[in-house]
């Protein structure tokens, strides 16, 4: 069996969550806008119960959650819809060069059109310096986009103080916490999160269903729309709304408020136990924070050898080479590389993330293998 450690790729959908949403595939088949009939009413009423799970989980109104089909539309919609809808108090967007693709590739679509986008770096901990920050903040700043946990290293921002100099300058911030959220406390009144995303398949929920935090008071923030059709989610995102996988997101959200405590102290031991026994071997290390990251994620480095061919030595194990939405890609990580790690050592890296799901003898079982191909590669 192989042993799945690609979590922060994506999660299986929890047995728990499946069993929620299959009435919802046949008997329960409404469409939530149907005001007229009963089908209609059950599937606005799961639609409802879903609202206020995901809302309970990150602390905020159930207004104030927009359904998407997962966080790269939330995150379009985000930032394209404030710059639609703030250009009159300028066109300056900040963010990190360790943004996932999402944002980045929205940023650069936007710097073509008129937008005038900052990059901040990182250092060698994936952390940004809030001093380049506020450096960076003027009058014409609209938007601050930071990831609140990265995907390739787990690595979590300053949040707090990131939104207190943002908030500070009167400019909106939006996080991409895709990763975070189900994983660790988010509470984006305690935080003062402008705008957050949210994504059912990193949390055991289906795939192609998310969330959009969209903050009504303190300050509002206004968006303008992306999708146009029928005036669903309060005219902010048309389209028949995906009862099912809704009611999939909000399960996942609610197991993931009672459990997520549990389930990090299990699984930092495992994280804890591989990275200390691969980094037992000469020159691998592991890239970011040990002190500020998700728990359940670490990315090494296996210094002078190409992790492909680490990879394709242990079939049955199943890590990454960076994001899940740029593996594909015959580049370093732009991530790694942001953190000032050289060509060579960014293609020598690995990405290891564990899920609720992960054994000890998983974990055991990947610690020798690993092991066992590092010292036949060195000899």
Wanted: glycine share 6%; with cysteine; proline share 2%.
């Amino acid at each position: 069996m192989p042993i799945y450690l690609d979590y922060n790729a994506t999660t299986p959908v929890d047995k728990r969550v499946l069993e929620v949403m299959l009435p919802y595939f046949t008997e329960n088949f409404g469409n939530a806008s149907s005001r007229t009939h009963s089908f209609g009413w059950l599937a606005e009423d799961a639609v409802k119960i879903a609202r206020q799970q995901v809302a309970e989980l990150i602390n905020c109104l159930e207004q104030e959650i927009v359904f998407t089909s997962g966080s790269t539309e939330a995150i379009n919609f985000a930032i394209k819809g404030v710059w639609e809808n703030y250009q009159f108090k300028g066109k300056h967007i900040v963010t990190v060069k360790t943004e996932h693709k999402a944002v980045l590739d929205c940023c650069a679509f936007l710097e073509k059109r008129g937008a005038k986008i900052t990059y901040l770096s990182v250092d060698r901990e994936g952390l940004i310096d809030l001093d380049e920050l506020k450096s960076a903040l003027s009058s014409e700043t609209i938007l601050v986009a930071v990831m609140y946990a990265n995907n390739e290293t787990g690595v979590i921002q300053p949040i707090k103080k990131i939104a207190d100099l943002v908030h500070a300058n009167n400019s909106i911030l939006l996080c991409d916490a895709t990763q975070a959220v189900g994983k660790i406390t988010i509470d984006v009144e305690e935080e003062h999160i402008d705008l957050m995303c949210v994504s059912a398949h990193k949390m055991y929920g289906p795939k192609g269903v998310g969330a959009l935090y969209v903050r009504r008071k303190g300050p509002r923030v206004s968006l303008f729309p992306q999708m146009h059709g029928g005036g669903h989610e309060r005219g902010l995102r048309s389209g028949t709304l995906n009862v099912t996988g809704i009611v999939g997101l909000g399960k996942a959200c609610e197991l993931a408020k009672e459990e997520m405590w549990e389930d990090a102290i299990r699984i930092s031991k495992l994280r804890t136990k591989l990275e200390q026994l691969l980094c037992e071997t000469e020159n691998v290390f592991i890239n970011g924070s040990t002190k500020h990251r998700l728990f359940n994620t670490t990315n090494i480095t296996f210094q002078g050898i190409r992790s492909e061919s680490l990879i394709n030595k242990i079939p049955n194990i199943t890590v990454a080479l960076g994001s899940a939405c740029t593996s594909a890609l015959a580049q370093p990580s732009h991530v790694l590389k942001a953190m000032g790690l050289n060509d060579d050592d960014s293609f020598s890296s690995i990405r290891f993330s564990l899920g609720k799901y992960t054994t000890e003898a998983e974990i055991n079982e990947a610690i020798s293998l690993f092991r066992k191909l590092l010292m036949e590669l060195k000899n």
